[in-house]
């Protein structure tokens, strides 16, 4: 007698009742291993600005999930996402392969409380991210454009975003928020990297955005009490940041976070 052919296991399927397919209908590749991404959804995948949709991927027997923050409005069709590939990650690597036209599985529920209590009236908004930190951020400026073009929005106060990467390169919305900060007196942009060796033609700020957060925030008069500050990125430069804005009179309860931790 012989022995029977060792079987493969079935791939892992994603439970229809808490995922729905998404599509990939567009793409762009910038500096490195940065890629955003645009998605279509066979359900309507209902949230807020600062929240994240879970991807996952069949890989090895496992249904292997992750969430990323939406840079794109509530109010658009499409579901856009800024992602980084991490070396040997478990699903930005893979992620990172697939192209348009390829469908994953997508739980069927946003998540996240960051930017709930964004817009406060009479707040000044400071918005401080590094990278794909800028996620919530996008979706944050582009909603609030929107609806103040509607005129169901009127500005009581301003939006201020610090963003920093290493390049300018790594700036993947950069002419889009400069474009923002020329049309409307509410936005302002302030971009900056931290190696201009690397960057000779950056004309821009330079330095960490932990580094010069209190040198904008002072500048642009942001003062405590009367100012909220949202910081997106890796947890030291969150310490860092919140660290800063402490020493300048800010009240923790006025400073809100969202760590992203590498895979």
């Not at 997508?106 to 406060?120: M, N």
């Not at 582009?142 to 009581?156: D, F, H, K, M, V």
């Not at 919140?242 to 895979?263: I, L, S």
């Amino acid at each position: 007698m012989t022995d029977a052919p060792p079987t493969s296991a079935a791939p892992p399927v994603a439970d229809p009742a808490k995922f729905g397919t998404a599509r990939i209908v567009s793409r762009r590749d910038f500096h490195g291993d940065l890629w955003v991404m645009r998605l279509t959804t066979d359900f309507d995948l209902g949230y807020r600005p600062g929240q994240y949709c879970t991807l996952a991927l069949p890989i090895g027997g496992r249904l292997i999930e992750r969430p990323y923050s939406i840079c794109s409005s509530p109010e658009e069709d499409e579901i856009e996402l800024f992602i980084e590939r991490v070396p040997e990650g478990e699903l930005t690597v893979p992620l990172y392969e697939l192209g348009v036209g390829a469908t994953l599985p997508v739980r069927r529920r946003c998540k996240g409380l960051f930017l709930r209590e964004a817009p406060v009236a009479g707040h000044d908004h400071l918005l401080v991210a590094t990278v794909t930190g800028i996620a919530p951020f996008l979706s944050f400026a582009r909603t609030l454009r929107r609806r103040a073009e509607r005129g169901e929005w009127a500005p009581q106060s301003r939006v201020v975003l610090l963003h920093g990467a290493s390049v300018s390169a790594e700036l993947g919305y950069l002419e889009e928020m400069e474009a923002l900060a020329r049309e409307v007196d509410w936005f302002t942009y302030i971009p900056t990297i931290s190696r201009p060796w690397l960057d000779p033609d950056w004309r821009g700020e330079r330095g960490r955005v932990e580094d010069v957060v209190r040198k904008h925030a002072d500048r642009l008069e942001l003062r405590a009490g009367s100012a909220s500050t949202f910081i997106c990125g890796n947890p030291q430069m969150i310490d860092n940041v919140r660290g800063a804005m402490r020493r300048g009179g800010h009240p923790d309860a006025h400073v809100h976070e969202e760590q992203y931790w590498p895979e």
